[in-house]
Nanobody, 121 residues
Framework: QVQLVESGGGLVQAGESLTLSCAAS????????MGWFRQAPGKERDFLAT???????HYADSVKGRFTVSRDNAKNTLYLQMNSLKPEDTAVYYC???????????????WGQGTQVTVSS
């Protein structure tokens, strides 16, 4: 059974930082491109960042320079370091996995359950 479990969300003030983690099980983690998405209330789920099997990264313009995605294949864990958080970053954050040699697409194979991030002004 595949599980992606996010953790690390919470309530922070604008300008602060958070690091999200996504622990994967039931897959050969190193074979998967991984990614982060988020969904704010009343909005669609948006792509944030992806990291390929080889470690290549790509970011949405809205988070480029503030967020950093990384992975630890030995720990089967994906991370998202979020700096300079803004109130508009408030959303449920999801990790996702896709069995591909490239980067994640909008239709990954697996989703996590999400973790809430709230940024107060």
């Amino acid at each position: 059974q595949v599980q992606l479990v996010e953790s690390g969300g919470g309530l922070v003030q604008a300008g602060e930082s958070l690091t999200l983690s996504c622990a994967a099980s039931g897959i050969t983690f190193s074979w998967y491109a991984m990614g982060w998405f988020r969904q704010a209330p009343g909005k669609e789920r948006d792509f944030l960042a992806t990291i390929s099997r080889s470690g290549g990264t790509h970011y949405a313009d809205s988070v480029k320079g503030r967020f950093t995605v990384s992975r630890d294949n030995a720990k089967n864990t994906l991370y998202l370091q979020m700096n300079s958080l803004k109130p508009e970053d408030t959303a449920v954050y999801y990790c996702a996995a896709q069995h591909t040699t490239g980067t994640i697409t909008s239709r990954p194979d697996y989703w996590g359950q999400g973790t809430q991030v709230t940024v107060s002004s």
